[in-house]
């Protein structure tokens, strides 16, 4: 097993010990079953949850890792799914997610990858396997994956470019998982390869949410876009969606900056290796940093209001820690999102389009 070395801070942005306190804040608000909240007395859900035990993984909580994906393993449905929506021992919300499924294949590769601790990870690969399997059940004849299923089991009738876009890159997380474990999985390989055929040429397959920032720079996070069509995304949008010495509006029609968002936008940026744009965003995150080490979850401008009023939120956190190792290199998982690092996956047309012999 590889020791974790410590969360380097970056110059004129975040110290070492500022890096050191925001994860102390994230592992201090874990419950005692493992389960992370969005803040004290929130609900939780799975895809924040895993995105809050990798920021513990690069910063060497890897008890608190342990117990986030053992929770995992013990509450995961019997066809491989979690619920939406937990509070604290209760489930809140039982609508079915596949987005939300099929991340814990992220986690557990970023887990092995940051630690190179193969035992745990063969251990939590039956979970990984159940969860993938039962997101390829709702993958679409366009490639696509149906969002969701409501509390009374009825699939969505569309799909979602941000939860397709994240599904791609866990697949390829999960096929790399796999291989890495000799479990290889051909066909999480070609469902990739459908999905990302469809984020690539096929946007009309996904439902109109253009005004949200995921959907601007989700398919270039996820790899589904690269080169130079992934920087002219970037690129050709900017201003829609980032407001200049604030940070990444969550929604383009309202000046209601998201930290989340912001360090997000900040690995899409280091995907294409636009280094120094990417510091520059993240740089913008500090006028969501609580004295606690925790980060505000948005701020509306311009009378600069945190909104929700006083919210700070975990997976908040570990998006700017996830950020922090990207720009920094600290991690060997640092350069999960960046394009070139995971296998590229095969460019499978349905039957019939059209860009199939381009």
């Known amino acids: 097993m590889r020791s974790i070395n410590v969360l380097q801070g970056v110059p004129g942005i975040i110290t070492e010990a500022q890096v050191a306190q925001s994860a102390a804040y994230l592992a201090a608000s874990q419950l005692p079953s493992g389960i992370i909240p969005w803040f004290e007395g929130g609900h939780s859900d799975p895809w924040n949850h895993v995105e809050c035990a990798m920021a513990l993984t690069i910063t ?35 609508r079915l997610d596949t987005n939300v499924c099929a991340y814990v294949a992220a986690g557990i590769y970023h887990y092995l990858v940051a630690t190179d601790d193969v035992d745990t990870a ?13 997101v390829l059940r709702f993958q679409r004849v366009d490639g696509s994956f149906a969002w969701s299923l409501d509390s009374s089991g009825r699939v969505e009738p569309y799909a979602l470019l941000t939860g397709s876009a994240s599904i791609f890159h866990s697949l390829r997380c999960a096929v790399a998982l796999a291989e890495r474990l000799d479990a290889h999985r ?14 690539a040429h096929h946007r009309e397959v996904f439902a109109n949410k253009d005004e949200f920032a995921m959907d601007w720079y989700y398919p270039v996070l996820a790899g589904a876009m690269v080169g130079e069509d992934a920087r002219q995304r970037l690129a050709t949008h900017w201003s829609r969606y980032v407001m200049d010495g604030c940070g990444v509006r969550c929604v383009s029609t309202n000046d209601w900056v998201t930290a989340a968002e912001t ?29 606690d080490g925790s980060y505000f979850t948005g701020i509306a401008y311009p009378q600069e209001i945190v909104f929700p009023h006083a919210e700070t939120t975990s997976y908040t956190t570990a998006a700017i820690l996830l950020a922090v190792d990207a ?15 995971l296998a590229e996956t095969l460019d499978w047309p349905e039957p019939g389009c059209t860009l199939a012999d381009l």
């Open 60 to 94: 060497g909580h890897l008890e608190a890792a342990h117990a986030a994906y053992d929770w995992m393993a013990r509450h995961q449905l019997g066809d491989g799914s979690w619920f939406n929506y937990y509070l604290g021992a209760r489930v809140k919300d039982t």
């Open 122 to 134: 063969a251990r939590w690969w039956p979970m990984v396997e159940r969860a993938v399997d039962f």
């Open 186 to 199: 051909p066909a999480w390989e070609l469902a990739a390869g459908r999905v990302g055929h469809a984020l």
């Open 263 to 291: 360090a997000e936008t900040v690995l899409s940026l280091d995907a294409v290796g636009w280094g120094e744009r990417a510091l520059q965003l993240l740089a913008e995150t500090n006028r969501h940093r609580h004295v």
């Open 327 to 341: 720009v920094t290199n600290s991690s060997s998982s640092a350069g999960l999102f960046r394009h070139g690092v």
